[in-house]
């Protein structure tokens, strides 16, 4: 099992619709979790923190479901510039007291007129 | 304004040359780090340096080399060593290191491709 795993997509949305993402994490001792926005061959930038009491921000609601192991981002009233690849991340505890950060493959959401 | 700056974008080399793709950044960021991105998978973290004049390997570091002389600077080398170096080069930085919460930051990235 992969240690973070995303759904590839795409996910293809009339404008306007409300679409969710999940991201499944195996390590149960992950301690923070992102939501990444990645355009087509440019830099990943931060969508949003996932705190454990969910957190939204304007469009956007990010949730972590810790007894499942997962994280999700819905996006509400889709427009056509969300068009983008998501990826989430996990910050997770690796032997000898470290910490690790792991990527999903991403999530590629296309908007549509 | 901070940020953190890669270059150059795009970058050709002939297979068995090393190169070496530079990193800086202004945000005053303890911690930076090189991920590589290829198509239909994750960004694999090749090394990353919590502080000045330290720095470790990454889940895939053969190939590679870095230094951190300077807060600002991480540079990275390609080395002919490296057997599939053509992909996406990204840089990153965060406040604190991976034990942290804080999110990573990136570069505009580097394209490098060897032919």
């Known amino acids: 099992r992969k240690e973070v795993e995303q759904d590839p997509g795409p996910f293809n949305v009339p404008e306007g619709a409300t679409v969710a993402f999940n991201c499944t994490y195996s390590n149960s001792a992950s301690q923070s979790f992102f939501w990444y926005r990645q355009d087509c061959r440019k830099e990943p930038k931060l969508l949003m923190s996932?705190?454990?009491s969910g957190n939204e921000d304007g469009r956007f609601t990010a949730q972590l479901n810790r007894a499942s192991q997962y994280i999700s981002l819905l996006i509400r009233d889709s427009k056509l510039s969300d068009s983008a690849t998501y990826l989430c991340v996990v910050n997770e505890e690796v032997g000898g007291g470290g910490n690790k950060l792991t990527f999903g493959t991403g999530t590629q959401l296309k908007v549509e007129l | 304004d901070g940020g953190i700056t890669q270059s150059p974008k795009y970058l050709f080399r002939k297979e068995g040359q090393n190169v070496t793709l530079s990193c800086e950044q202004n945000l005053n960021h303890d911690a930076m780090y090189w991920y590589r991105q290829d198509p239909g998978q994750g960004l694999r973290l090749i090394y990353y340096s919590q502080i000045v004049n330290d720095f470790q390997k990454g889940d895939i570091a053969e190939g590679y080399s870095v230094s951190r002389e300077k807060k600002e600077s991480f540079p990275l080398t390609v080395t002919s060593a490296q057997k599939n170096p053509t992909a996406f080069y990204l840089c990153?930085?965060?406040?604190?290191?991976?034990?942290?919460?804080?999110?990573?930051?990136f570069g505009n990235g580097t394209r490098l491709t060897v032919t």
């Open positions: 990153a930085s965060s406040m604190e290191g991976q034990g942290g919460n804080s999110p990573l930051h």
């Open positions: 996932v705190y454990s």
